[in-house]
Each structure stands twice: as structure tokens, then as C-alpha cells.
């Protein structure tokens, strides 16, 4: 009996054991989960999305690998991200903190913004009224100005469309200095554009190396409103989103 007994836990702590290598695996070279805890990806991403994010998409660097050891420097298998991409990066100055933006500009690029208007190699990004967005979930509920904006072509990328938000165009973040973002760097960017510390933040974010890149966002597995409390367990279906599952990011 005591045999038996044994040989049960030992195969249990085996099991776990194997269980929970193939799920860091995973987590390391393949999907990592995600949540949004702030507003400034909205519309795109709400407070209270959960995804997960590619972990191949840019190769793999130590950012890539769980609490970031410096095991090497550089990128495996590396790539660029395609101007658009909703990216996973770690904050460049403590190089711990997980931050999501969408990567506008890429290296050689200047950037600028100018009376709320994205500007890329000295064109003016395209940018057509959609109408007013009430932003909800992220401090006092506000009605913003809904646009959609086309940022130009990368290397093996199309022109890509994606909505962003903008409260007014005289905010501290809408007239910028022209950014050049240097080698092996990129520029990101919140789309709720008002509400983002982002690269235009040179002392909090700046440019980011793409030694930082974490992945890139693919999809939403759960979305939750935040509406029910713990406890209130017959209002949980009404606080998820539903439509919102299993949604690509773009």
C-alpha cells in the first residue's frame, strides 16, 4: 500500500511537473497572455480585454523569455514589425514593465505630430472624421472625436487603417518635435492619443530598441466590462463582452 502510495504522488508530481514546462514553453516561444488595465489603446483595445500575443512574430530576445534575464543580447530569428502592428514591449528604462502601443514609425523614420496630426518622413498621415466616441471604463465617461487613420506601407506591409481618438488637436502631445528614430529602434504610439504616455514621452517611454519587443498582438480570448463585482455572481454574462471574443487586433 505504501508502495502504491508513493508511486501515485510521484507520477501526480510528474504530471505537474511536465504540465507546467510545456505551458512556460509555450508562454516563451509561441503565445503569451495579455490584459489591458488602461485606456490608452481605446478604441482598439478596451480596459479589461485579455489577449494574446505572438511571441515569434519579431523573433526572440531575452524580453521574450519570463522575468527578462540577461542570458544574450540581440534578437533571434529577428524581424521588423510592419508599421501598424499592435505591439507587446518592455518600457525601455527599467526594462521590466510590459507596455502595449501600436509601432508608427520604424528605423530611419521621422516622426512628428503636428496640430494632432501624425506626420511620417514629412507626409502627412491620412486622417478621415468618423464621428464623436463616448469613452467609457477609463476615468470620467467623455465624448471624443472618432477618426481612422492610414499609416503609409513597410517592407512587406500594405497601408494599414486603424481608428484612433482624439479629445483636440492642442494637447500637450499634439505638436511635437521631428523625431528620428535611430537603428535598431522603433517609435510607438497609444491610439487613444490623448490619454498615452508613449514615445512621444522621450523622458518616460522614447524610442524603443527592438531588443524590447516582446510580440505582437494577434487576438482577444475575453473581454470583461468590469460591471459586477466578484461576488455578484448572477450579473457576470452581462459584465463580459461577448462580441469582443476571439476579435483580431488590428
Known amino acids: 500500500m505504501t508502495k502504491k502510495t508513493s508511486g501515485g504522488w510521484l507520477e501526480s508530481l510528474k504530471t505537474i511537473l511536465y504540465a507546467g514546462l510545456i505551458a512556460i514553453g509555450i508562454r516563451t516561444i509561441a503565445f503569451e497572455p495579455f490584459n489591458i488595465p ?30 527578462s534575464p540577461n542570458l544574450f543580447s540581440g534578437r533571434i530569428l529577428g524581424s521588423l514589425p510592419a508599421r501598424g502592428d499592435v505591439a507587446v514591449f518592455k518600457l525601455p528604462r527599467d526594462g521590466t514593465t510590459d507596455y502595449i502601443k501600436r509601432i508608427v514609425g520604424l528605423p530611419g523614420d521621422r516622426v512628428q505630430v503636428r496640430q494632432g496630426i501624425l506626420r511620417i518622413n514629412g507626409q502627412q498621415v491620412q486622417r478621415v472624421a468618423a464621428g464623436p466616441y463616448t469613452v467609457e471604463g477609463d476615468g470620467p465617461r467623455m465624448t471624443v472625436r472618432l477618426y481612422r487613420e492610414t499609416l503609409p506601407a513597410s517592407a512587406g506591409s500594405a497601408p494599414r487603417t486603424h481608428e484612433i481618438l482624439e479629445a483636440s488637436d492642442d494637447g500637450p502631445y499634439d505638436n511635437t518635435q521631428e523625431f528620428v528614430v535611430p537603428p535598431d529602434h522603433v517609435f510607438a504610439m497609444g491610439d487613444n492619443r490623448d490619454n498615452s504616455l508613449d514615445s512621444r514621452a522621450t523622458s518616460y517611454v522614447g524610442f524603443i530598441p527592438v531588443e524590447n519587443l516582446v510580440g505582437r498582438a494577434e487576438f482577444l480570448f475575453f473581454s470583461w466590462d468590469g ?5 455578484e ?18
Open 233 to 250: 455572481v448572477w450579473a457576470w454574462p452581462f459584465a463580459v463582452r461577448w462580441s469582443r471574443i476571439f476579435s483580431a487586433v488590428r
Open 227 to 231: 460591471s459586477a463585482r466578484w461576488w
Open 38 to 67: 488602461s485606456g490608452s489603446m481605446i478604441p482598439t483595445l478596451l480596459v479589461g480585454d485579455y489577449l494574446f500575443v505572438s511571441k515569434y512574430s519579431y523573433g526572440y530576445s531575452r524580453a521574450s523569455l519570463p522575468f
